[in-house]
């Protein structure tokens, strides 16, 4: 007879496993597994990078012939299609002689969402789910909205005073937190597989937005996404010019100057031209999710960060706060425009979680979605507008762009 506590044991050792992907495993999920004869762990592994064998395979290899009679703990259900890369583990499953399987949730995709266990049971396994399901579930939430929405996970960073401030009036904005939050802010950037910020951050802070852990092994950039809409970025920004593997993506819209696109291009930079004059967050992140960038980290700032909001498309939002306190009304707060006008408005958040960062507090929670207001329906808010002599050129560019396609 099974016994719970064995049970959660083991398959909280998968989840530690399938931990070690994180951040790597993208467009797939974090899997481990750990498989266990009589009593004693006899084969264990993690799926590390797409494309290579998934975490019961490696596990399985691991065992090799002490996998017969044994039971496999893993903490997604095993896959059994086999349009992919790598064949289905439910064959080597099967073909391992393991007679009992553990799993802590039902994979999300509607290519293996039960099928796989189905295949297990038929062939005569006893298979138990939903072991440490909760933690299963919130260790693979990037891949899960992914695979039923084709849409990046993303989740909205924002560095503040306990006033909710992010930068004093001239700007100045190094450092509002200290070391420990910092580093952790770089820890998510290794995790993500893109970082988005607006022009606005790229002229004033001129970041190079890369991950900056040197203890940290194997620490990589994620792809750096600028949303431009005119394209005023300078040649010199360092997003352009630090020596990295991660790409950089320029996000801009009809209203982009040709020419400046084409020195863009021979710097490196690749440009994702959106329709329309600005720049529609839920469009991108439909493109983003095309390319397999999937866990997605917005660094914006005041602007960036509203839009995102009111869009929808922000999952999670980690707030590092700094006990400092700077007031006045022309310091520039976390979340910009304009308040809604009833507190029945405001963004709601739940599964919330508290942790102190040396001397900062970092919280964070997921937001739930609320159902969209007639008047924003199928009418994303542009992330970037210009003001005085900058928003009349931009006008009289696009009247004459309107013009030029009435004539054709």
């Known amino acids: 007879m099974p016994d719970k506590k064995t049970d959660e044991n083991y398959m909280s050792i998968a989840l530690d496993l399938a931990a070690m992907g994180q951040g790597r ?17 006899v084969g264990k ?48 499953i099967l073909k391992s002689g393991i007679r009992r399987v553990v799993v802590g949730m039902e994979d ?78 770089h820890m998510l950037r290794n995790f993500s597989d893109a970082i988005i910020v607006g022009i606005g951050t790229v002229l004033r802070d001129d970041p190079s937005l890369t991950t900056r852990l040197e203890d940290v092994e194997n620490a990589r ?12 970025i300078p040649l010199d920004a360092k997003v352009l010019n630090v020596q990295s593997k991660a790409r950089t993506y320029i996000a801009t819209t009809l209203a982009a100057p040709t020419a400046k696109i084409k020195e863009l291009k021979k710097k490196g930079a690749e440009i994702l031209m959106m329709e329309g004059d600005a720049i529609k967050l839920p469009l991108l992140m439909e493109e983003l999710g095309k390319m397999g960038l999937i866990n997605v980290l917005v660094e914006g700032g005041s602007r960036v960060n509203v839009e995102a909001l009111r869009c929808g498309v922000v999952d999670k939002a980690m707030f590092f706060i700094a006990p400092k306190i700077l ?56 992330v970037e507008r210009q003001n005085g002599e900058e928003e009349a050129h931009a006008e009289k560019d696009r009247r004459r762009r309107r013009r030029k396609r009435h004539k054709k």
């Not at 990037?142 to 004093?168: E, N």
């Open 108 to 185: 999300p995709n509607p290519k293996v969402s039960g099928k796989g266990i189905e295949i297990l049971r038929e062939a005569g396994l006893q298979v138990d789910v939903g072991v440490l399901k909760e933690r299963c579930e919130r260790l693979n939430r990037v891949f899960a909205k992914f695979i039923s929405t084709r849409m990046p996970f993303v989740t909205l960073k924002v560095a503040q005073t306990l006033d909710g401030k992010i930068a004093t009036s001239t700007g100045e904005s190094k450092w509002i937190t200290g070391p420990e939050a910092r580093k952790h802010g």
């Open 45 to 92: 592994g993690w799926h590390k990078k797409a494309g290579t064998p998934h975490g019961e395979a490696v596990a399985l290899t691991n065992a090799g012939a002490s996998a017969e009679g044994g039971t496999l703990y893993v903490n997604l259900e095993p896959c059994c299609h086999r349009d992919k890369l790598t064949p289905p583990c439910t064959d080597a």
């Open 221 to 232: 950039d994620p792809e750096r996404i600028i949303l431009d809409s005119t394209l005023r």
């Open 327 to 382: 007031g006045g009304d022309d310091a520039r707060g976390s979340i910009g425009g304009s308040s809604p006008e009833s507190l029945d408005m405001a963004i709601p958040l739940f599964d919330m979680r508290f942790s102190k960062l040396g001397e900062d507090l970092l919280v964070e929670g997921f937001l739930k979605k609320r159902a969209e207001r007639p008047e924003e329906a199928g009418r994303p808010q542009p």
């Open 25 to 41: 495993t993208s467009p797939n999920p974090m899997v481990g597994a750990v498989i266990v004869k009589e009593g004693k762990i």
